[in-house]
């Protein structure tokens, strides 16, 4: 006989979890490509596998191992969801945690299946993928992402999983202990609700808050410059480490938020006040400084100046660009963020250098924008 209750769950399951995955893939990772949407569309492929692998599974009442093997895939989504959220960080995401923690799940828990072992074999996988919660709600308390409304039902719904799979796990060795039978029937039911609210959290979290800007908590330019830039630089600091100077910075400026400023401003726009952001910037700095435009509205410089100096300049450049309101609505305001490195702190390598200036930059971001960090370290303003 078909278990109808298990039917019923896992068919609402499937389409739930295949809806989400319509919207995270067609709404977010087909608009707005990065390497975080990538890792959530393939979160949600794995749950959408593992909710179809169950079906299957329930159809055959023998099938007992492709069962909870599916499960063991669906444990692996939140490491999956995890790497997505730091990978919008900018930091290192470790994409294959997802996959491995999916099949090492799947794989002990089709092994314990017809075996005593399997409760705790559960409880212990589910309390390991609970981690994994937790460090996502965790990455949401990070930067700027802290202060969106929209990081709250991921946050709320990451917490519930890890209480729940904390709560299990202290249950079972409970149980253990006292000897009692360990009957998972009301966990499966538990798991199966658990998994179309949490998809659906999911969901509404990383489609609203990757949209919006001030909350994203990270940056997706790329800190190289223009090739003649580079030649041009790097020849200079080669001469400047032949003659041992120190008095050199390498600085990294972009406005926090670009996509509001071309929304506000338009394409040509948002070109006429990158220009003036440009023209400032020399005109602040000298023309004894090499500038160049790097993607996504980013602006690196070479200066022949200390750290100490550079970042006072730098202070009263922001001050100009926060005043500046002309060319956008009441509504949005224009702020810039800045990264800062000096020679004698990180060496002459311009590559070293422009990437030391791009994290210190993503830093000053991620602590609210509108200021000026040098290396690894925010400087308030």
């Known amino acids: 006989m078909i278990p109808y209750d298990a039917i019923t769950f896992g068919t609402a399951q499937m389409s739930v979890v295949t809806v ?58 939140p490491p999956l969801l995890w790497s997505g959220l730091r990978a919008q960080r900018d930091v290192r995401a470790y994409g294959w945690v997802g996959p491995l923690a999916a099949v090492v799940f799947g794989t002990l828990l089709a092994a314990a299946s017809s075996g005593e072992l399997y409760p705790i074999a559960f409880r212990s996988a589910f309390l390991c993928s609970g981690v994994f919660a937790a460090l996502c709600a965790w990455e949401l308390r ?46 499966r039911a538990l798991n199966n609700l658990g998994v179309m609210v949490y998809s659906i959290c999911v969901t509404v979290t990383i489609l609203t808050l990757s949209n919006d800007r001030r909350g994203a908590g990270s940056i997706s330019s790329d800190p190289r410059s223009v090739p003649t830039f580079s030649a041009v630089a790097s020849d200079r600091l080669e001469r400047a480490r032949a003659r041992r100077e120190r008095s050199w910075s390498v600085v990294s400026l972009r406005f926090d938020d670009v996509d509001d400023i071309r929304d506000a401003a338009g394409e040509a726009g948002f070109r006429s006040i990158q220009a003036r952001l440009s023209n400032g910037f020399l005109d602040r700095i000298g023309a004894d400084a090499d500038l160049a435009r790097g993607g996504d509205g980013v602006l690196v410089a070479l200066i022949p100046a200390a750290p100490a100096s550079v970042r006072r300049t730098l202070h009263a450049l922001l001050d100009d660009i ?38 210190a930059r993503c830093s000053a971001f991620q602590a609210g924008g509108n200021r000026v960090a040098v290396a690894e370290a925010a400087v308030d303003r």
């Open 322 to 359: 926060a005043d500046t309101r002309e060319d956008l609505p009441l509504s949005v305001r224009l702020t810039a963020s800045a990264g800062l490195v000096g020679v004698e702190s990180a060496g002459y390598d311009l590559e070293g250098l422009e990437r030391a200036a791009h994290e």
């Open 142 to 187: 990070l930067g700027r992402r802290r202060r969106s409304r929209f990081a709250l039902p991921m946050l709320i719904a990451s917490v519930a999983y890890a209480g729940v799979a904390l709560i299990g796990f202290s249950a079972g060795i409970v149980v253990i202990v006292s000897g009692i039978t360990d009957d998972l029937t009301a966990t």
């Open 20 to 77: 989400c995955a319509i919207l995270v893939i067609g709404l977010g990772f087909t608009t707005r490509p990065s390497r975080a949407y990538l890792l959530w569309a393939f979160a949600f492929l794995l749950a959408l596998l593992s909710s179809y692998a169950s079906i299957a599974a329930e159809l055959d009442e023998h099938n007992e191992p492709l069962r909870v093997f599916a499960l063991g895939l669906l444990l692996g989504v």
